[in-house]
């Protein structure tokens, strides 16, 4: 089933692979704890450009995205309940590790943001809105980081997501 969120030009790369253009798969990981997000590109060079006008964090502007390798399978277009991939960065910098390890520690999610970028167009990613995933379960080594992430867990969340507690709601406490 074709995923209405590409852009027609990324279908065609995709489809045709044209070798004028690559196609630039892109990740932002970030944690409250973090005071730049972590924004890495799947090349041998170096990649900047424009983020989406929507962006969590820097919306409509050049950023520079630093090339890493790294390995991750989109997650399917179907109706499993909870899509989820696996992500594995290799030869990671003590940075990244240690910014990991403290996100790790904390409470908060770690979230990350897959963009495709076309090396013909840098404008702005091809995927409107990006894939944003919950990282879970990472494990990092010397050489290696890999990480299950996650889609937003829709079956679970609370409806109409108020939790009732004693404290908020007094008459409950006997």
């Given at each position: 089933?074709?995923?209405?969120?590409?852009?027609?030009?990324?279908r065609?790369?995709?489809?045709?692979?044209?070798?004028?253009?690559?196609?630039?798969?892109?990740?932002?990981?970030?944690?409250?704890?973090?005071?730049?997000?972590?924004?890495?590109?799947?090349?041998?060079?170096?990649?900047?450009?424009?983020?989406?006008?929507g962006?969590?964090?820097?919306?409509?502007?050049?950023?520079?995205?630093?090339?890493?390798?790294?390995?991750?399978?989109?997650?399917?277009?179907?109706?499993?309940p909870?899509?989820?991939?696996?992500?594995?960065?290799?030869?990671?910098?003590?940075?990244?590790?240690?910014?990991?390890?403290?996100?790790?520690?904390?409470?908060?999610?770690?979230?990350i943001?897959?963009?495709?970028?076309?090396?013909?167009?840098?404008?702005?990613?091809?995927?409107?809105?990006?894939?944003?995933?919950?990282?879970?379960?990472?494990?990092?080594?010397?050489?290696?980081?890999?990480?299950?992430?996650?889609?937003?867990?829709?079956?679970?969340?609370?409806?109409?997501?108020?939790?009732?507690?004693?404290?908020?709601?007094?008459?409950l406490?006997?």
């Open positions: 089933m074709p995923d209405p969120a590409l852009s027609q030009a990324l065609e790369a995709f489809a045709a692979a044209p070798t004028n253009t690559v196609i630039l798969h892109t990740l932002e990981i970030w944690h409250p704890t973090f005071s730049e997000p972590i924004r890495v590109v799947r090349d041998h060079a170096d990649l900047t450009a424009r983020l989406e006008a962006a969590p964090r820097g919306g409509g502007q050049k950023v520079t995205f630093i090339a890493l390798a790294f390995d991750l399978d989109l997650p399917p277009v179907d109706t499993a909870v899509p989820e991939i696996t992500v594995t960065m290799d030869n990671v910098g003590q940075e990244i590790v240690d910014a990991l390890e403290a996100a790790a520690i904390s409470q908060d999610k770690i979230d943001i897959y963009r495709p970028f076309l090396s013909t167009d840098l404008e702005g990613p091809h995927m409107d809105p990006p894939i944003t995933l919950t990282l879970a379960e990472v494990e990092a080594d010397t050489l290696r980081v890999t990480g299950r992430a996650r889609m937003l867990d829709v079956g679970n969340k609370a409806f109409p997501s108020i939790t009732y507690t004693a404290k908020r709601f007094p008459g406490a006997r």
